[in-house]
T-cell receptor, first 115, second 115 residues
Framework: AQSVTQPDIHITVSEGASLELRCNYS??????LFWYVQSPGQGLQLLLK??????LVQGIKGFEAEFKRSQSSFNLRKPSVHWSDAAEYFC?????????????FGTGTRLQVTL | DTGVSQNPRHKITKRGQNVTFRCDPI?????LYWYRQTLGQGPEFLTY????????KSRLLSDRFSAERPKGSFSTLEIQRTEQGDSAMYLC?????????????FGPGTRLLVL
């Protein structure tokens, strides 16, 4: 079975500060990894994805994530946070059966940005 | 590309009533997924279709739930005899499955409240 752990339920950062959101996954084979962002009452928007190759992936809105197989992690980073980044962030893993279908999500990290 | 759309966006119903939600995927996408998200949790997989074939159903999908995608385009999710525990956000996602590296794009969701 595949699973995802997001250890931080809530994070507060100041605007302009750097950000790192943690994600650990459990999966026996090569995982497909995703980060999505959800604003209140809205659906999920894809930030970035990892399938294979370069372990540092770039996404939209200045986000990046690094796949570390040895640590089973896929942490999301941003060098300088903007107030508009306040939202809930979900890490997800796919790969069961060899495809990215049937994503398993973490419980999310709520990001608050102070001005 | 108009994105994934879902209707209605909000639904309030009384316990015991039937409800139906509709999802229109991105036009060329051949896969369509349904997820359920309860407060404070990440989305949980319910079921998915490839064209009109329903390929997998989660154990979360009780007999009161039924999903269809009759012509391989839009999909409906029906809940019969609703219970208060069905209150959640129901999310639809679609993808173009050509290789294992598929990416799911989510709609805005339908928020269901069962009184």
């Amino acid at each position: 079975a595949q699973s995802v752990t997001q250890p931080d339920i809530h994070i507060t950062v100041s605007e302009g500060a750097s950000l790192e959101l943690r994600c650990n996954y459990s999966y026996g084979a090569t995982p497909y990894l995703f980060w999505y962002v959800q604003s209140p009452g809205q659906g999920l928007q894809l930030l970035l994805k990892y399938f294979s190759g370069d372990t540092l992936v770039q996404g939209i809105k200045g986000f990046e994530a690094e796949f570390k197989r040895s640590q089973s992690s896929f942490n999301l980073r941003k060098p300088s946070v903007h107030w508009s980044d306040a939202a809930e962030y979900f890490c997800a893993v796919g790969g069961l059966g060899g495809t990215a279908s049937k994503l398993t999500f973490g419980t999310g990290t709520r990001l608050q940005v102070t001005l | 590309d108009t994105g994934v759309s879902q209707n209605p966006r909000h639904k309030i119903t009384k316990r015991g009533q039937n409800v139906t939600f509709r999802c229109d995927p991105i036009s060329e996408h051949n896969r369509l997924y349904w997820y359920r998200q309860t407060l404070g949790q990440g989305p949980e997989f319910l079921t998915y279709f490839q064209n009109e074939a329903q390929l997998e159903k989660s154990r979360l999908l009780s007999d009161r739930f039924s999903a269809e995608r009759p012509k391989g385009s839009f999909s409906t999710l029906e809940i019969q005899r609703t219970e208060q525990g069905d209150s959640a956000m129901y999310l639809c996602a679609s993808s173009l499955f050509r290789t294992v590296q598929e990416t799911q794009y989510f709609g805005p969701g339908t928020r269901l409240l069962v009184l």
